[in-house]
């Protein structure tokens, strides 16, 4: 599979948790012996959303919004099964295990370890990424299983207009349960901000050039141009939030794992719920392997950028949905290895198409 990841993966996604690492390194020291940095930056907020960040995850949000093309919605009827399976998953599922799974570890498990405050809000951060499944990395899990290409499309398509309904709700719903008193004109701001603008200023975008300049144009010159914009203002994001939580990490440096253990196993766990009943149905792999691949993956991004609006950028809130970030890669890529070694599980494409 070496040859596939590299064709498929670039080389900043491919090493993704090193980069996260050193930036939380580089923010944690900045925090530390230079907070005259963090200090300034956090002068520019507008509704309690840090202007810099905003920008900066607009950068993320935008590029990814342009590879999704809306039109395949209309294929939502060919061969739907794959489709129920993601929606049920995504939006059935995924919410409510993960605050299971985060309230047990958090409030239980490591109870011992944790302050049932910091308890509290970790588990928010959990919520936030169990409620917004992948949007775009999925396009290169799909890639690396050798996933249905225009298929893939209609899943991400689909679960990014669900986005705009569900998304609101779960959170607040959640987050409720949990006693987080949620604003809810704040939530329903970070949504438009993070997802409504920038979703329609990329189908606005894709929809414009590929009238003028076709769709050549669009997915071989234009969509390059951006290159790895996306993964360069996640990290840049990271090193200023982690400037801002340098204090909390230094004082917990074990919550690290302590996050990341519940959302590891979220992310297997909800992977084979959706891979195993993709093979119940009888599904092919290339169908299969991409709806477990948007379940498990998060759309970190909008966790990130809806954990900062509502919590600001100092919360643990907001480290936990990073810790997520940190764990992404290296799962899903175990996850892709699964996949393709488990390829003989389901029925050969050329049976299906008869």
């Known amino acids: 599979m070496t040859k596939q990841k590299l064709e498929g993966i670039s080389f900043f996604e491919r090493y993704l948790t090193l980069w996260v690492a050193l930036c939380m390194v580089a923010g944690v020291l900045i925090g530390r012996f230079a907070p005259a940095i963090p200090d300034f930056l956090g002068q520019f907020e507008y509704a309690n959303v840090s202007i ?12 990814m919004m342009l590879k999704v093309d809306f039109q395949s919605v209309k294929n939502v009827g060919k061969n739907p099964k794959g489709l129920y399976i993601t929606w049920a998953v995504n939006w059935l599922i995924k919410p409510f295990t993960m605050f299971a799974i985060a309230w047990l570890f958090f409030h239980v498990i490591f109870s011992g370890f944790i302050a049932p405050d910091l308890a509290r809000d970790y588990l928010a951060g959990a919520i936030l990424l169990g409620a917004a499944p992948c949007t775009a990395m999925v396009f290169v899990w799909s890639h690396l299983t050798k996933g249905n ?5 209609v899943q991400v398509a689909t679960n990014d207009l669900i986005i705009l309904a569900a998304f609101t709700p779960i959170v607040a719903f959640l987050l409720g349960i949990s006693g987080v008193t949620i604003p809810w004109d704040t939530l329903l701001l970070s949504v438009v901000l993070f997802v409504v ?100 993956s998060n759309f970190f991004e909008l966790a990130v950028a809806v954990a900062i ?45 008869k």
């Open 309 to 353: 609006a509502l919590f600001g950028a100092q919360s643990p809130v907001a480290l936990a949905t990073i810790v997520g970030v940190l764990v992404e890669v290296p799962v899903m890529l175990m996850l892709v290895k699964i996949a393709n070694n488990t390829r003989h599980w389901f029925p050969k494409e050329v049976e299906i198409r």
């Open 149 to 153: 290409p225009a298929y893939t499309v």
């Open 197 to 296: 603008i920038p979703l329609t200023a990329g189908v606005l975008t894709r929809n414009h050039l590929t009238r003028s300049k076709g769709v050549d144009y669009f997915e071989k010159t234009f969509i390059p141009k951006f290159g790895n914009i996306t993964i360069i203002g996640l990290l840049l994001t990271l090193v200023i939030i982690f400037s801002f939580q340098g204090q909390v990490i230094l004082e917990n440096p074990l919550h690290i794992v302590l996050i990341a253990i519940p959302l590891i196993i979220q992310t297997i766990l909800i992977f084979f719920i959706a891979y195993l009943a993709a093979k119940t149905v009888k599904l092919p792999h290339s169908i299969a392997a991409p709806a477990g691949m948007i379940g498990a």
């Open 52 to 63: 810099p960040i905003a920008i900066l995850i607009w950068l993320m949000i935008y590029p």
